[in-house]
């Protein structure tokens, strides 16, 4: 189904599949605690074999949500969840979460979805405006890739600062906010990339890929490969706290998108059975198949 297709509320969860096998679940309109940062996410997401790789509402962080979109400053306003990073403070609980909403469908289709968000205060005015698309499709015997596009638009009147904990004075690398992937492994994740490997190496850094690779709880291997960093972006990432993976787009500096203008991001995220190595991990990157 394709066009304008009428408002939000109370949207039922929409499915992703390949080759008709479902691979995500795509939860539209979450009734999620305004602690938590309210917002579209994806979970559970499976490899072809049926793995689940994200996790979501985990007790060491509730508020991540699997795969989302979401943000701890946007303006002042915590669009992630949980405490928000206050300068010369520290984590402090505090009534500043909004919400990221769906209003409109352009197009559901098991393949491909695509809609209209906006990123709201918690008073409910509009922060940003969204268009986002979310596709999936094969790529191999044991490889399907989620392409993800969003363009984010400020209002015509104002520019809006995207920050994060680093931003505000949290040491330790900690500038996340952007497209988090809280990632499920019973075993501590491994990480790299074409030239370097393990979480204090790859944190930081703006290589064209990333690879991530987990275990389930029965055991089964899987890995993910991320591309797409936009300028200025870095790769936050955790693997002995906790497993997940971010596009940040806020690591070092505030980002600004100026009055009436759009940020665009394109990300791409191959979710593979089997705990591949570095070559294979590659050539997914791109853009072969295994």
């Known amino acids: 189904m394709t066009g304008h297709v009428g408002p939000a509320g109370n949207e039922p969860d929409r499915q992703l599949s390949v080759d008709g096998v479902p691979v995500a679940r795509y939860v ?10 309210p917002r579209p996410y994806l979970h559970p997401v499976r490899t072809l074999g049926g793995t689940v790789v994200t996790d979501a509402f985990p007790a060491d962080h509730v508020w991540h949500l699997g795969a989302s979109l979401a943000v701890q400053d946007v303006d002042g306003t915590n669009l992630w969840g949980g405490r928000t990073y206050v300068r010369d403070t520290g984590y402090t609980w505090r009534d500043d979460h909004g919400r990221i909403a769906h209003t409109a469908w352009d197009v559901r289709d098991p393949r491909r ?27 191999g015997e044991r490889a399907w890739a989620l392409d993800v596009d969003y363009t984010l638009t400020a209002p015509v009147d104002r520019e809006v600062s995207l920050g ?15 497209f988090f992937w809280r990632a499920a492994s019973a075993t ?8 370097a ?10 290589a064209a890929w990333l690879a991530f690779s987990g275990t389930a709880a029965d055991g089964a291997a899987y890995t993910l490969v991320l591309a797409g ?42 979710v593979a059975d089997g705990a591949l190595d570095r070559a294979a991990a590659a050539a997914l990157a791109a853009g072969e198949t295994v």
């Open 229 to 270: 960093l936009g300028e200025g972006d870095r790769w936050f990432v955790r693997t002995a706290m906790y497993p997940g993976v971010c596009v940040a787009f806020a690591f070092e500096r505030p980002r600004v998108i100026g009055a009436g203008t759009s940020r665009v991001g394109r990300h791409r995220v191959v």
């Open 188 to 195: 501590p994740a491994r990480v790299c990339t074409a030239t």
């Open 113 to 139: 979805l695509a809609h209209r968000l906006e990123w709201r205060d918690r008073d409910g005015a509009v922060l940003l405006t969204e268009r986002r698309e979310l596709a999936a499709r094969r790529v």
């Open 28 to 37: 539209v309109d979450p009734a999620v605690d305004a602690r938590h940062g």
């Open 197 to 206: 490997e393990g979480e204090e190496a790859v944190n930081g850094s703006a």
């Open 164 to 178: 994060s904990p680093a931003t505000n004075g949290r040491p330790g690398g900690a500038g996340y906010g952007g």
